[in-house]
């Protein structure tokens, strides 16, 4: 099973600075099988970026994803209000799917 | 507008079923692969079962197998998870979501596009 790590656990800035967040795998996954999440508190996840680079529809310009093989990057340029909540990356393999275990994007 | 409505979550003692339902509208669902994720409280997300359009592809976490149950019936857009034999550890926030699995230009791409607002399980003495 493909492990997917990401970092960091949290990640304190403030409202317009840019955000790096990392998520590695245990083993190569295919870019197109790599996706990221925004979860906001009480609500359920949004899908953001797919395909590993892809914006999914009605997603801001300021989220970006890049990265392959085993590591991959989902930056937000500038962090508005909504922007803070807890990230997900996701992959897909031998009909499985597996989570990040998040980061927290909070508040500086 | 497209939308995913669970319902069937509850408290339920260590042991016991329970049934989630999961009604789609808003898009043709028996063309879209759907998945069941959960979350327990304050943790991640973990992926719990997926089911193809036709049923004919069912998988499970290798935590729920044996215990949970995937189906859908297309005639009526809706999802199933049938869960035997629950434990402290189901304890969740149960979410239905859309897998497309499409594919372009040889390659195929594998998310999750719309997600319910979740139904809440609660397993406890």
């Known amino acids: 099973e493909i492990v997917l790590t990401q970092s960091p656990g949290t990640l304190s800035l403030s409202p317009g600075e840019r955000a790096t967040l990392s998520c590695r795998a245990s083993q190569s996954v295919s870019s197109s099988y790599l996706a990221w999440y925004r979860q906001k508190p009480g609500q359920a996840p949004r899908l953001l970026i797919y395909g590993a680079s892809s914006r999914a529809t009605g997603i801001s310009d300021r989220f970006s994803g890049s990265g392959s093989g085993t590591d991959f990057t989902l930056t937000i340029s500038r962090l508005e209000p909504e922007d803070f909540a807890v990230y997900y990356c996701?992959?897909?393999?031998?009909?499985?799917?597996?989570f990040g275990q998040g980061t927290k994007v909070e508040i500086k | 507008e497209v939308q995913l409505v669970e319902s069937g979550g509850g408290l339920v003692k260590p042991g016991g079923s329970l049934r989630l339902s999961c009604a789609a509208s808003g898009f043709s669902f028996s063309n879209y692969n759907m998945n069941w994720v959960r979350q327990a409280p304050g943790k991640g997300l973990e992926w719990v079962s997926s089911?193809?359009?036709?049923?004919?592809?069912?998988y499970y976490a290798d935590s729920v197998k044996g215990r949970f149950t995937i189906s859908r019936d297309n005639a009526k857009n809706s999802l199933y998870l049938q869960m035997n034999s629950l434990r402290a550890e189901d304890t969740s926030v149960y979410y239905c979501?859309?897998?497309?699995?499409?594919?372009?230009?040889?390659?195929?791409?594998?998310?999750?596009?719309?997600w319910g607002k979740g139904t809440t399980v609660t397993v406890s003495s």
């Open positions: 996701q992959q897909y393999g031998s009909s499985r799917w597996t």
């Open positions: 979501a859309r897998a497309p699995g499409y594919c372009s230009s040889g390659s195929c791409f594998y998310f999750m596009d719309v």
């Open positions: 089911i193809s359009t036709g049923s004919n592809y069912i």
